[in-house]
């Protein structure tokens, strides 16, 4: 079992940053990976980035170098988020253990474990 919980979240101007923190707990011991995903209001959830047991990285088309996903150990997971825009607005979720890699940014429901989330709101 790994617990999540996501910090970081808060409001901000178009243009400003971000940085979203995960930590985990529980049976952390083996390489995993790990990611971020996003839902705004009415719309489905989506991948933001991720990061596999080998180091690998894979973004969202929207995110792509604007979002940094690193990992400073096993239990730590950070997303710098900057250049920020008012569509990036939505409740952030940290998630681990998708046996898929990297590939699991496109299926949210890969992840054994989620964060019960941050928000973040962007204005204009």
């Known amino acids: 079992q790994i617990y999540l919980t996501e910090s970081g979240g808060g409001s901000v101007q178009a243009g400003g940053s971000l940085r979203l923190s995960c930590r985990a707990s529980?049976?952390?011991?083996?390489?995993?990976?790990a990611a971020w995903f996003r839902q705004a209001p009415g719309k489905e959830r989506e991948g933001v980035a991720v990061?596999?047991?080998?180091?690998?990285t894979s973004y969202a088309d929207s995110v792509k170098g604007r979002f940094t996903i690193s990992q400073a150990d096993a239990n730590n997971l950070f997303l710098q988020m900057n250049d920020l825009k008012p569509e990036d607005t939505a409740t952030y979720y940290c998630?681990?253990?998708?046996?898929?890699?990297?590939?699991?940014?496109?299926?949210?429901?890969?992840?054994?474990?989620w964060g019960q989330g941050t928000q973040v709101t962007v204005s204009s």
């Open positions: 998630a681990a253990d998708s046996g898929l890699g990297i590939a699991g940014l496109d299926i949210p429901t890969s992840f054994a474990y």
């Open positions: 529980g049976y952390t011991d083996s390489p995993y990976s």
């Open positions: 990061v596999d047991d080998n180091g690998r």
